[in-house]
């Protein structure tokens, strides 16, 4: 079994609408919980962080972590043609981060 | 602004050669630096984790001689990939950890195509 399992998508929204995307994990040892957002070509930026179970917002982003049943999902609401990119869920624990293969998101205008 | 940067951010060579790519933490002193590769459409892969003043420890399946990390001082790391292979083209990128947080930031990368 896979560390880290994100389904690759891609995934094609209209602009305005509601993305969800989510990662399942398997490592109970996993303390904090990234989502890092890339752009084509270039290396991935850190868009939220959390260390504990429940929702955590910030603007249009809400990140939600389950850790009974180690699963992280992210929302983006209002969603933007600026938003298309690939988004990577990163659970990580003692200086260690796991990777999923990545959420490809596209808005259509 | 940018905390890391990489250098150089694309580079074509010929089978056979080497290639050096610098990473520099801009915003701190970075102790411990990680190198990551990512293939077309894959997760990023760590490769090896940089301690400065120490030899890097490499993951498993990752040759530490072909793949050669010098983490010289507290705001640069160099990996060298000995030897280029045209399997060995992909994205590299570094990471650090910003000191007293789990938070990692990613470099912008080098994308390295061998012919």
């Known amino acids: 079994q896979k560390e880290v399992e994100q389904d690759p998508g891609p995934l094609s929204v209209p602009e305005g609408a509601i993305v969800s995307l989510n990662c399942t994990y398997s490592?109970?040892?996993?303390?904090?919980f990234m989502w890092y957002r890339q752009y084509s070509r270039k290396g991935p930026e850190l868009l939220m962080y959390t260390y504990s179970s429940g929702n955590k917002e910030d603007g249009r982003f809400t990140a939600q972590v389950d850790k009974s049943s180690k699963y992280i999902s992210l929302f983006i609401r209002d969603s933007q043609p600026s938003d298309s990119a690939t988004y990577l869920c990163?659970?990580?624990?003692?200086?260690?981060?796991?990777f999923g293969k990545g959420n490809q998101v596209v808005v259509i205008p | 602004g940018a905390v890391v940067s990489q250098h150089p951010s694309r580079v074509i060579c010929k089978s056979g050669t080497s290639v050096k790519i610098e990473c520099r933490s801009l915003?701190?002193?970075?102790?411990?630096m990680f190198w990551y590769r990512q293939f077309p459409k894959q997760s990023l892969m760590l490769m090896a984790t940089s301690n400065e003043g120490s030899k890097a420890t490499y993951e498993q399946g990752v040759e530490k001689d072909k793949f050669l990390i010098n983490h010289a001082s507290l705001t640069l790391s160099t990996l060298t990939v000995t030897s280029a292979h045209p399997e060995d083209s992909s994205f590299y990128i570094c990471?650090?950890?910003?000191?007293?947080?789990?938070?990692?930031?990613f470099g912008p990368g080098t994308r390295l195509t061998v012919l």
């Open positions: 990471t650090l950890d910003r000191p007293s947080t789990d938070t990692q930031y």
């Open positions: 990163a659970p990580g624990g003692n200086n260690r981060l796991a």
């Open positions: 490592n109970s040892a996993f303390q904090y």
């Open positions: 915003d701190f002193q970075a102790t411990t």
